[in-house]
């Protein structure tokens, strides 16, 4: 193979003369990272039409393939070669509008927010909102939404992100997603209901405990509680070692885990919601409520 006809090459040649456009580069990275357009247009915040157009539009403007189609999406070589720069491009796009748009918004916002908004992406919006807002001072306190809650009641916390039953939105709350609730348990592990049901749980903090209690009540199942452990980590791996059955959001399935077949199925759908205590006209804390909710709706958590 010769030195111009080398696909690397080829690409580096065509991106001299071409403009990348970030939104499609952004488009690209999505699609590769979910392997699927449906799982990228839902992360993007876009239709799957919008995602194939822009992917269809940027292998145009390079002249190569960019990603192979199929059940799963994997990236061709030239794919590949192009995200490497494509990572680079859009964080710098990405910094660069962050810096250019920092405000000069001085204050304190005191965040309460739990524990299911894991994986990094909470300090990934709370880092892009400190420089967006350098003198902004944040402090952020993190617990099961039962506690995060009378922190905002009492007015502990100015602003919260909590986990709520569908049934118990306000007005004002901002809602970042709704899901289901299931009983859950190992998947090499099953409990008749007929027995001593073991229960592994959050503790007192959870809002949906009493929901979860009067669930099995209603079913009649006899239970005990085994382990109590605020953190969803500790949950999880009590539940992955097949210590016992707990009532879960099904994002928080680990692959070891299944629905409980033949436990209750009326627990409450629950909602994850932002919402803002006494001071909610304060411009400190909407430039901190709008920059969380545009964030993590995004991100679909």
């Known amino acids: 193979m010769s030195y111009k006809s080398c696909p690397v090459v080829k690409l580096c040649h065509t991106l001299i003369v071409v403009k990348l456009d970030v939104e499609s580069l952004r488009a690209l990275r ?82 309460g927010t739990n524990e299911d908004l894991r994986g990094g992406a909470l300090a990934d919006v709370l880092a892009r909102f400190g420089r967006m807002y350098p003198q902004i001072r944040l402090d952020v306190r993190v617990n099961l939404s039962g506690s995060v809650r009378e922190w905002l009641e009492d007015g502990e916390v100015d602003l919260a992100v909590v986990q709520i039953p569908s049934d118990e939105i306000q007005p004002d709350d901002v809602v970042l997603w709704t899901e289901p609730l299931e009983w859950v348990h190992a998947v090499d592990h099953s409990f008749s209901p007929q027995g001593v049901v073991p229960i592994v749980s959050f503790g007192p903090g959870l809002v949906y405990l009493d929901a979860a209690e009067e669930s099995l009540k209603r079913a009649g199942v006899r239970w005990r509680t085994v382990l109590e452990c605020p953190m969803l980590s500790g949950v999880q791996a009590a539940v992955d ?5 707990s009532a879960l959001n099904p994002r928080n399935l680990t692959p070891s885990m299944v629905v409980w077949e033949e436990g209750p199925s009326d627990l409450p759908e629950l909602s994850e919601v932002i919402r803002t205590g006494a001071s909610a ?3 400190v804390l909407a430039a901190l409520r709008e920059t969380l909710s545009t964030a993590l709706v995004e991100r679909g958590m």
């Open 30 to 111: 999505a699609v590769v990272g979910t392997g699927t357009f449906t799982e990228a247009a839902s992360e993007l915040g876009m239709s799957q039409s919008a995602v194939s157009w822009k992917i269809k539009r940027l292998e145009e403007r390079v002249g190569a393939e960019l990603v192979k189609r199929g059940q799963d999406i994997e990236a061709t070589p030239d794919g590949q070669d192009l995200l490497l720069y494509a990572e680079r491009i859009i964080d710098a796009h990405d910094e660069a509008v962050e810096h250019l748009s920092r405000s000069d918004l001085e204050g304190v916002v005191r965040l």
């Open 241 to 245: 070692a097949g210590l016992g059955v």
């Open 281 to 283: 006209h304060d411009e």
